[in-house]
Structures are given as C-alpha cells and as structure tokens.
C-alpha cells in the first residue's frame, strides 16, 4: 500500500462514524508492514483515547515492533481503554521488552488491569517472565502480589521459591494463603 493511501486511511481513523474509523484500520491492518507501522505509531501517540486503543491494537495484531514503544507509553496513559489496549497487545507483541513496563504499570494499576497484566505476562513465552515477576514481587501492592504469585505458580518456577517464601510472613493474610499455595504449586 502506498503513501497516498496510508495518509487516507490514517485520516480516515479519526472519522466520527465509529464503524467508517474501524473499517479503515482494519483495512490499514490487512496491509500492515514496516514502512507504514511507523506512520502508525505516530498517529496513535497524538490520536483520542479510542483511536489510540484501536492503532495499538492493530500494530499488535499486525506484530509491529514499533508498538512495543506506543505501548510503554501507552501503560501510562490517563485513559483506562488505551492501558487496556497497551496490556492486551503486549500479550500479543511477546516481547520481553514489555515485562518491565507492565510490572510498573502494576503499582497503580486498579484490580481489572492488574489481572489483565497477569494474563500478559501468563501469555509471554520466555523464561525471563519469572525472574522479574519474583523481583516485582517484592515491591507490588498486596492486590497485585495475589496475581504475580498466581503467575509464578503456573510458570512453575521452582527456582523462584525463596523470592515466594518471603510473603509467607506477609501482613496480608491473603498474600500469606496465596504464597503457600504457589509454593506448593511449583513443587508438583
């Protein structure tokens, strides 16, 4: 796809009728690659809230790698829909580069994002997800340790278990209950 049509379809996404806006990124999507993605990401970081959710998606879906920089961006995003979008894609990116910016973005995050950064970091296939959430452990907020020793229990990591011991004692007694049974998950 050319230029002129990129630049079409980019106006194209910031049309009022939301079904006209959708139906122009999923044509941009379809005709995704490299040189265009970066025309992409620029208009995600200036865009409304929808747009921006929606191109983040698109790149994603399409495995742009540039998306991995709107999305860290995005994580900090004052719209709930584009931090939505950002945890999403980073799901579907599988890029490690994203563990770092999803565990930060876990400190404030409210209960329905922090889930659903534990289903990204569930879905990211790489032995290195385990080693920051055991260190992330330590310093998140009781809600989220819940959902990273959820993680760590169905990575199975073993290796991670004096990182897991630590919130045996924790002040939290649901913190407490979650770590002994993450415990004895990662041991079967």
Excluded at 108 to 122: M, P, Y
Excluded at 135 to 148: E, K
Aim: proline content about 3%.
């Amino acid at each position: 796809m050319g230029d002129n049509a990129t630049n079409t379809l980019t106006l194209a996404a910031d049309n009022k009728d939301p079904q006209y806006a959708a139906a122009a990124l999923a044509m941009a999507g379809r005709y995704m690659n490299a040189a265009n993605a970066d025309v992409w990401a620029q208009k995600g970081e200036r865009s409304q809230p929808a747009t921006k959710a929606a191109i983040i998606a698109m790149l994603a879906a399409s495995k742009q790698r540039v998306a991995i920089s709107l999305c860290t961006k995005a994580l900090k995003d004052s719209d709930a829909r584009v931090r939505m979008a950002a945890i999403e894609a980073s799901a579907q990116l599988q890029s490690t580069e994203m563990l770092s910016p999803l565990l930060v973005a876990m400190k404030t995050a409210d209960s329905t994002e922090v889930k659903a950064i534990g289903n990204s970091l569930l879905s990211i296939r790489s032995r290195d997800v385990s080693g920051y959430v055991a260190v992330a452990l330590q310093h998140a907020p009781s809600f989220a340790q819940i959902t990273l020793l959820h993680v760590l229990a169905q990575k199975k990591a073993a290796d991670k278990e004096r990182f897991i011991r630590l919130l045996l004692n924790s002040e939290d007694p649901d913190v407490a209950a979650a770590a002994k049974t993450t415990l004895e998950a990662v041991k079967e």
